[in-house]
């Protein structure tokens, strides 16, 4: 089956650095996702990897392991406002998305 | 970017009653749109998938004579709940995938919107 699994919910203090891992099984793969969704409010489109490495972009970073099914989302010199759900989502071979529950970031000054 | 316009933002009604949401790609032309159902504190929920001039393929367990969903255009998709419920009662989101070559697959959502069955 396909399934995507995240931590449910993850604690970091203001200004530091947080790693949100995600592992992925997918019926053929043709990407890796993350999104942030505020509570109330529609996700946005964080990262797309479909390549093996690091993709950097502010303070933001997503890794991609094809040959372990693995990723992570990297936020540094974490705000208050990054306060969210992050979403990992697998595209498999039909190029449909396959949604995580999401990781509830709580930040504390 | 590509935006995606949803309307309404809020609904509420009175149960039995129908609601219809509207999706717009306002800039682009989306040959595939996804309409999700999220719950609180759960996570996005794919109902169906509709395509422009075809009907919309239905996940398993959504009711396809209840979450009526039409794409009559590339710009627009609209999902009415028929004899809405308080159970249904959710957070309805619409994405829309850009229609060309080199797409990443890249979703744009819609600002969502909340439906409160009375």
């Known amino acids: 089956g396909q399934n995507i699994d995240q931590p449910t919910e993850m604690t970091a203090t203001e200004g530091a650095i947080v790693q949100i891992n995600c592992t992925y099984q997918?019926?053929?793969?043709?990407?890796l996702f993350w999104y942030q969704q505020h509570a109330g409010e529609a996700p946005t489109f964080l990262s797309y990897?479909?390549l093996d490495g690091l993709e950097e972009k502010g303070r933001f970073s997503s890794f991609l392991s094809r040959s372990k099914g693995y990723s992570y989302l990297l936020l540094k010199e974490l705000q208050m406002k990054d306060s969210a759900s992050y979403l990992c989502?697998?595209?498999?071979?039909?190029?449909?998305?396959?949604w995580g529950a999401g990781t509830k970031l709580i930040i504390k000054p | 970017g590509a935006v995606v316009s949803q309307h309404p933002s809020w609904v509420i009604c009175k149960s039995g009653t129908s609601v219809k949401i509207e999706c717009r790609s306002l800039?682009?032309?989306?040959?595939?749109m996804f309409w999700y159902r999220q719950f609180p504190k759960q996570s996005l929920m794919l109902m169906a998938t509709?395509?422009?001039?075809?009907?919309?393929?239905?996940e398993q367990g959504v009711e396809k004579d209840k979450f009526l969903i039409n794409h009559a255009s590339l710009t627009l998709s609209t999902l009415t709940v028929t004899s809405a419920h308080p159970e249904d009662s959710s957070f309805y989101i619409c994405?829309?995938?850009?229609?060309?070559?080199?797409?990443?697959?890249?979703?744009?959502f819609g600002e969502g919107s909340r439906l409160t069955v009375l």
């Open positions: 994405s829309a995938r850009v229609a060309s070559l080199g797409d990443t697959g890249e979703l744009f």
């Open positions: 800039d682009f032309q989306a040959t595939t």
């Open positions: 509709s395509n422009e001039g075809s009907k919309a393929t239905y």
């Open positions: 997918t019926s053929g793969f043709n990407g």
């Open positions: 990897n479909v």
């Open positions: 989502a697998g595209m498999d071979s039909n190029y449909q998305l396959i």
